[in-house]
């Protein structure tokens, strides 16, 4: 929402990044989809001048913006925290060769773990890879450090880490809208001395790292984004990011020391700082970065003696960590009611987990995604789940353990944009040595879990034009599986029966499971058929309900009035269809026996 007069946006954190990132001359951007910086990328696919891609995983993402980089242009990198994980390979060796245009890596940290499958502090990568890193405080200033962050890059011949999270993600504020900067055109120069990082001339670059840290150090006691914003009383705190509002929040007239540039820090500055007070307290979300740094310093301070080393702060933790008296009973928590995570009514993967689910004796190796929750009741079915593409790897090392007690026990499920991120490779390796697990790929048509967004499977590019579509079948028999097999996860009792016959083969199988997700948006367009329940029909089976579809509702009976409603009297209940939630799958309508579940008529 701009405002005419002001020249001003009210954008989230993501939103100005991605504004950012335009006015600052970015030419190539590339990145996998990930909570919470996927908006990132897809605010700034709607801009002219700038080459956005979705890359099949984080690692080929940073290379593709490595690669614009060496050609002189500024380029952009974006994930999420466990996306740098994938992507560490390329990260430390670019520090090594440096830049030539601008470089810059979003990592999004996920306090609290409300969309991963860990809590990680990448602070550490900066400090590990001898690498700057930012973090700025809200949406403005995330715009305004992304381009202080594309002149750090250049000027000190460096990548620079680029740390956000959730809440700054997320949070509206209001931006000052700029221009675009005008940028040199890219060129190939040969650079090989400073680019082919063979051992010699790694050791060169080494050397060259070392000088560049120092340089970084020097520049890091000037960069106005380390300020020293002076106020009341002996007691100070040192933050940065998201940390620094609620310390404001929470003591609003104390001298704060807020940082910016959170790698490498500021020693002088900090050490000035320090001696002016006679307490001082570090305000950081998990990891004690900053406080372990400076007690390596000498420094004496509080923090994670005192603020929690774990899941997001508030100004209330902040508070009450050190005045719990001042607070009493004031921020009760509300207590809510819990929202359960759920598959959509209609989603395919059910037809899946309902078949898994009603096979004894097996273990389900899982992977990250939507269909992760499967492992929920009433489906309860997935064993394990560990990161992006280990369900395939994962099977494979367990079925090997088990030996020929493992024949026709274990099964990976994962879905299309997972297969394509990491499960390629883990399919290579189970065809190569010989494994007797079967994979079940989730082909869906979407990366469904961060927002629907296409990947080398569904035929589109990140702005909806059409690309190549990646044929599964023909890719998984390329690799050396011989038996490939498609379903439809929606034909219940036929995905069953393949599922049964697939599992229990002594060889690698590779089923696909192929519908479209429900809330794509030619789906919800779609003509679908709706279900309703024959109540006088219903046994109370559960067997509909134990598909634990969200349309479905569950009534209980007494046996009073069981026998009063006119049902079987020792009948614990009867299930029901909320017509406006159904999405015409008819999966519930296949495995009744009785039916209670009928179709009706197409309606729009």
Same mark, same amino acid.
């Given at each position: 929402?701009?405002?005419?007069?002001q020249?001003?946006?009210?954008?989230?954190?993501?939103?100005?990044?991605?504004?950012?990132?335009?006015e600052?001359?970015?030419?190539?951007?590339?990145g996998?989809?990930?909570?919470?910086?996927?908006?990132?990328?897809?605010?700034?696919?709607?801009?002219e001048?700038?080459?956005?891609?979705?890359?099949?995983?984080?690692?080929?993402?940073?290379e593709?913006?490595?690669g614009?980089?060496?050609?002189?242009?500024?380029a952009?990198?974006?994930?999420?925290?466990?996306?740098?994980n994938?992507a560490?390979?390329?990260l430390?060796?670019s520090a090594?060769?440096?830049v030539r245009?601008?470089?810059?890596?979003?990592t999004?940290?996920d306090?609290?773990?409300?969309?991963?499958?860990?809590?990680?502090?990448?602070?550490?990568?900066?400090?590990?890879a001898?690498?700057p890193?930012?973090e700025?405080?809200?949406?403005?200033?995330?715009k305004?450090?992304?381009?202080?962050?594309?002149?750090?890059?250049?000027?000190?011949?460096?990548?620079?880490l680029?740390r956000?999270?959730?809440?700054?993600?997320?949070v509206?504020?209001?931006?000052?809208?700029? /221009? #675009?900067s &005008?940028?040199?055109?890219?060129?190939? $120069?040969?650079t %090989?001395?400073?680019? +082919?990082?063979?051992?010699g001339?790694?050791k060169?670059?080494?050397?060259?790292?070392? /000088? #560049?840290? &120092?340089?970084?150090r020097a520049?890091a $006691?000037?960069? %106005?984004?380390?300020? +020293?914003?002076?106020?009341?009383?002996?007691?100070?705190?040192?933050?940065?990011?998201?940390?620094?509002?609620?310390?404001k929040?929470?003591f609003?007239k104390?001298?704060v020391?807020?940082?910016?540039?959170?790698?490498?820090?500021?020693?002088?500055?900090?050490?000035?700082?320090?001696a002016?007070?006679?307490?001082?307290?570090?305000?950081?979300e998990?990891?004690?970065?900053?406080?372990?740094?400076?007690k390596?310093m000498?420094?004496?301070?509080?923090?994670?003696?005192?603020?929690?080393?774990?899941?997001?702060?508030?100004?209330?933790?902040?508070?009450k960590?050190?005045?719990p008296a001042?607070?009493?009973?004031?921020?009760?928590?509300?207590?809510?009611?819990?929202?359960?995570?759920?598959m959509?009514?209609?989603?395919p993967?059910?037809?899946?987990f309902?078949?898994?689910?009603?096979?004894?004796d097996?273990?389900?190796?899982?992977?990250i995604?939507?269909?992760?929750?499967?492992f929920?009741?009433?489906?309860?079915?997935?064993?394990a789940?560990?990161?992006?593409?280990?369900s395939?790897?994962?099977?494979?090392?367990?079925?090997?353990?088990l030996g020929?007690?493992?024949?026709?026990?274990v099964?990976?499920?994962?879905?299309?944009?997972?297969?394509?991120?990491?499960?390629?490779?883990g399919?290579?390796?189970?065809?190569?040595?010989?494994?007797?697990?079967?994979?079940?790929i989730?082909?869906?048509r979407t990366?469904?879990?961060?927002?629907?967004?296409?990947?080398?499977?569904?035929?589109?590019?990140?702005?909806?034009n059409?690309?190549p579509q990646l044929?599964?079948?023909?890719?998984?028999?390329?690799?050396?599986?011989?038996?490939?097999?498609?379903v439809?996860?929606?034909?219940?009792?036929?995905?069953?029966?393949?599922l049964?016959?697939?599992?229990?083969?002594?060889?690698?199988s590779?089923?696909i499971?192929?519908?479209?997700?429900?809330?794509?948006?030619?789906?919800?367009k779609?003509k679908?058929?709706?279900?309703?329940t024959?109540?006088?029909?219903?046994?109370?089976?559960?067997?509909?309900?134990?598909?634990?579809?969200p349309?479905?509702?569950?009534?209980?009976?007494?046996?009073?009035?069981?026998?009063?409603k006119?049902?079987?009297?020792?009948?614990?209940g009867?299930?029901?269809?909320t017509?406006?939630?159904c999405?015409?799958?008819?999966?519930?309508?296949?495995?009744?026996?009785?039916?209670?579940?009928?179709?009706?008529?197409e309606?729009?």
């Amino acid at each position: 929402m701009a405002d005419k007069q002001q020249n001003t946006l009210w954008l989230s954190g993501n939103e100005a990044i991605a504004l950012g990132a335009w006015e600052a001359g970015v030419r190539v951007a590339s990145g996998y989809p990930g909570t919470p910086s996927t908006e990132i990328m897809e605010n700034l696919s709607g801009y002219e001048g700038v080459y956005t891609e979705w890359a099949p995983n984080e690692k080929v993402g940073l290379e593709v913006a490595i690669g614009a980089s060496f050609a002189g242009a500024r380029a952009l990198a974006t994930m999420k925290h466990v996306g740098l994980n994938v992507a560490a390979d390329p990260l430390f060796t670019s520090a090594y060769t440096g830049v030539r245009g601008g470089l810059v890596i979003i990592t999004a940290d996920d306090p609290e773990m409300h969309s991963s499958q860990n809590e990680q502090d990448n602070r550490n990568y900066a400090f590990a890879a001898k690498m700057p890193m930012m973090e700025p405080s809200d949406p403005a200033e995330a715009k305004a450090m992304l381009q202080r962050a594309y002149s750090i890059s250049e000027e000190m011949d460096t990548p620079v880490l680029f740390r956000i999270t959730t809440r700054i993600a997320h949070v509206k504020g209001v931006v000052p809208k700029g /221009e #675009r900067s &005008a940028t040199a055109e890219p060129t190939i $120069e040969k650079t %090989p001395a400073k680019l +082919v990082m063979l051992p010699g001339l790694a050791k060169q670059r080494r050397i060259a790292m070392e /000088e #560049r840290m &120092a340089k970084l150090r020097a520049l890091a $006691e000037t960069l %106005p984004e380390n300020r +020293v914003e002076p106020g009341e009383g002996r007691r100070g705190f040192i933050c940065a990011g998201v940390a620094y509002n609620y310390v404001k929040e929470a003591f609003p007239k104390a001298p704060v020391l807020k940082l910016g540039l959170v790698w490498p820090l500021p020693e002088q500055k900090i050490r000035e700082f320090a001696a002016g007070l006679d307490e001082l307290v570090v305000v950081e979300e998990l990891d004690p970065f900053l406080e372990l740094h400076l007690k390596a310093m000498g420094i004496a301070c509080h923090g994670k003696d005192i603020i929690p080393n774990r899941g997001e702060l508030n100004s209330f933790i902040v508070r009450k960590a050190l005045e719990p008296a001042s607070v009493g009973n004031l921020f009760t928590p509300l207590e809510l009611p819990m929202r359960p995570p759920n598959m959509c009514a209609g989603c395919p993967h059910r037809g899946i987990f309902y078949g898994l689910s009603r096979m004894k004796d097996i273990f389900v190796s899982g992977d990250i995604g939507c269909y992760t929750l499967g492992f929920l009741p009433p489906l309860s079915a997935m064993d394990a789940c560990v990161c992006m593409g280990a369900s395939v790897t994962m099977a494979h090392g367990m079925a090997k353990a088990l030996g020929e007690t493992g024949k026709g026990k274990v099964v990976a499920v994962l879905g299309d944009s997972t297969f394509m991120h990491s499960g390629i490779t883990g399919l290579l390796n189970a065809v190569y040595n010989g494994s007797y697990a079967s994979v079940i790929i989730l082909d869906n048509r979407t990366t469904a879990m961060t927002g629907h967004q296409p990947n080398p499977a569904s035929g589109q590019s990140i702005r909806g034009n059409a690309a190549p579509q990646l044929d599964l079948e023909k890719l998984c028999r390329a690799l050396g599986v011989e038996r490939v097999v498609v379903v439809n996860p929606h034909d219940v009792e036929s995905t069953r029966k393949i599922l049964k016959e697939e599992i229990e083969s002594p060889d690698l199988s590779v089923i696909i499971s192929r519908a479209p997700c429900v809330l794509l948006p030619e789906e919800v367009k779609r003509k679908k058929p709706v279900y309703y329940t024959r109540t006088e029909n219903c046994t109370g089976c559960t067997l509909c309900v134990n598909m634990g579809c969200p349309a479905i509702s569950w009534t209980p009976l007494s046996p009073e009035e069981a026998v009063a409603k006119g049902y079987r009297e020792r009948q614990k209940g009867f299930a029901a269809i909320t017509e406006v939630q159904c999405n015409g799958c008819g999966q519930c309508a296949a495995v009744c026996k009785f039916e209670a579940i009928t179709r009706r008529e197409e309606i729009a």
